[in-house]
């Protein structure tokens, strides 16, 4: 669908990102390099989704190294975009698949391994982004995912409506996802608006708040 965008810090996307994916990694001989080029770099995008991009790309780059090997990823900003650099020490791409790898069907993998999002819906994001995803392999040496979003805000929505989509109240919600990170956004962002903001990771949490007190939450 359409991208959801909200200001986001890309470094601190990064860092939630690989730290979901940590234990993953560790457990397969990979390690995660993290550079940041500065301590913050904000830019308006739909978190799930460019989250989604990260997940792909990373693991795409495990399946590279199976005997494990390094990932690193640096950020920085450069000519006006935001640029998400992945590169993993694996078995590279070769040359005869560079052409088609954004293909819908094209999948690195073997029948049973169950085969992701693929990367052409990685590229569909990043351009619904007004974004460029680029890939550089070297069959044997490794691979370098670049991801380039806008800094500047995008004319995804002309400034004028964007000013009354802000809607702001004072209502009290009950948020419930069951992802820290998004929790944790919503809050952040609803509080800011105004509203009162009971966030909760878990559903039976969730119910057990709104059975207490049924009138206290708006919505």
């Known amino acids: 669908g359409m991208p959801q965008k909200t200001m986001c810090d890309v470094n601190e996307l990064?860092?939630?990102?690989?730290?979901?994916m940590e234990a993953t990694a560790i457990s397969?001989?990979?390690?995660?390099?993290?550079?940041?080029?500065?301590?913050k770099i904000e830019t308006e995008l739909d978190t799930s989704q460019i989250k989604q991009v990260l997940i792909n790309v990373i693991h795409n780059a495990f399946n590279a190294m199976q005997d494990g090997g390094v990932v690193e990823i640096r950020t920085l900003m450069y000519d006006g975009n935001v640029q998400i650099i992945i590169k993993d020490t694996g078995t590279g791409i070769p040359e005869e698949f560079m052409d088609i790898i954004f293909d819908p069907?094209?999948?690195?993998?073997?029948?049973?391994?169950g085969t992701g999002?693929?990367?052409s819906v990685v590229h569909g994001i990043v351009k619904s982004h007004a974004g460029t995803l680029t890939v550089d392999s070297t069959p044997g040496r490794g691979s370098v995912f670049k991801v380039f979003l806008p800094a500047i805000e995008s004319e995804w929505i002309p400034h004028t409506e964007s000013a009354d989509l802000m809607v702001t109240g004072n209502e009290?919600?009950?948020?419930?996802?069951?992802?820290p990170f998004q929790a944790d956004i919503a809050q952040k962002m609803l509080s800011r608006l105004g509203y009162r903001l009971t966030s909760c990771t878990s559903s039976v949490e969730a119910l057990e708040l709104f059975r207490q007190s049924p009138h206290k939450f708006d919505l």
């Open 14 to 20: 990064v860092k939630e990102t690989a730290s979901n």
């Open 117 to 119: 999002m693929g990367l």
């Open 172 to 179: 009290s919600i009950l948020f419930v996802d069951d992802e």
């Open 105 to 113: 069907f094209y999948t690195t993998k073997n029948k049973g391994e």
């Open 28 to 39: 397969n001989n990979m390690l995660f390099v993290l550079e940041f080029a500065e301590d």
